[in-house]
């Protein structure tokens, strides 16, 4: 069974560019998260999907980040513009249900200059 | 807000010997989560915990539930260089909205 894939695996940009993250989770998963995980933290939720619908963006920074999942599939996590303190690692994940064993993807390390 | 700690931030031990981690909550929990993040790559589900006073075991590894759902451990006996890396626990409840809330972590260093 092929795992969660995201691409890419390393971005470097410069702040205030823009910047995005794929990702294609596991075949018949219907939930799909999006995390962000600063180094020496542990991940935090940015935004929950539901097939394609959102289930929770409470964490998000709607002032510059935005995702979506429109065909309930893969999904697309958007930086405009970037800031400094967005670095880290951009997870992707997804479960059969809401809140089973979620499979993480292997990340994208944004590294904003 | 809900919030998940866990000690130590860091253990090193030397190989062979045992590790315990210790997840706490401010809140009762429904269940518990625990995964595994080997250094530079990304997390691993290892087990979920349900009921009050639960004991899991998996070859090495035993995970206990508290009696009260607020906290739970993880314990490796006789540890190896692959049991290297950071040890998550997650709490699935959060105000209702079931999203995953991962602890600090510990991240556990072996020396051969």
């Known amino acids: 069974e092929a795992g969660v894939a995201q691409s890419p695996r390393y971005k470097i940009i410069e702040k205030r560019q823009s910047v995005a993250f794929w990702c294609n989770p596991i075949?018949?998963?219907?939930?799909l998260y999006w995390y962000q995980q600063i180094l020496g933290q542990g991940p935090k939720l940015l935004i929950q999907f539901q097939n394609n619908g959102v289930v929770d963006d409470s964490q998000l920074p709607k002032d510059r980040f935005s995702a979506e999942r429109l065909k309930g599939v893969d999904s697309t996590l958007k930086i405009q513009p970037a800031k400094l303190e967005d670095s880290a690692v951009y997870l992707c994940?997804?479960?059969?249900?809401?809140?089973?064993?979620?499979?993480f993807g292997p990340g994208t390390r944004l590294t904003v200059l | 807000g809900q919030q998940v700690m866990q000690i130590p931030q860091y253990q090193h031990v030397q190989e062979g010997e045992d590790f315990t981690t210790y997840c706490n909550s401010s809140?009762?929990?429904?269940?518990i989560q625990w995964y595994k993040q080997r250094p530079g790559g990304h997390p691993v589900f290892l087990i979920q915990?349900?009921?009050?006073?639960e004991v899991k075991k998996q070859k090495r590894l035993t995970f206990q539930f508290g009696e009260a759902k607020k906290n739970s451990s993880l314990h490796i006996t006789a540890t190896q260089t692959t049991d290297v890396g950071t040890y998550f626990c997650?709490?699935?409840?959060?105000?209702?909205?079931?999203?995953?809330?991962f602890g600090t972590g510990t991240r556990l260093t072996i020396i051969p």
């Open positions: 809140t009762t929990l429904s269940n």
């Open positions: 075949s018949g998963h219907a939930t």
């Open positions: 997650a709490d699935p409840t959060n105000f209702g909205n079931e999203k995953l809330t």
């Open positions: 994940a997804s479960s059969l249900v809401l809140v089973n064993e979620q499979f």
């Open positions: 915990l349900v009921k009050s006073g």
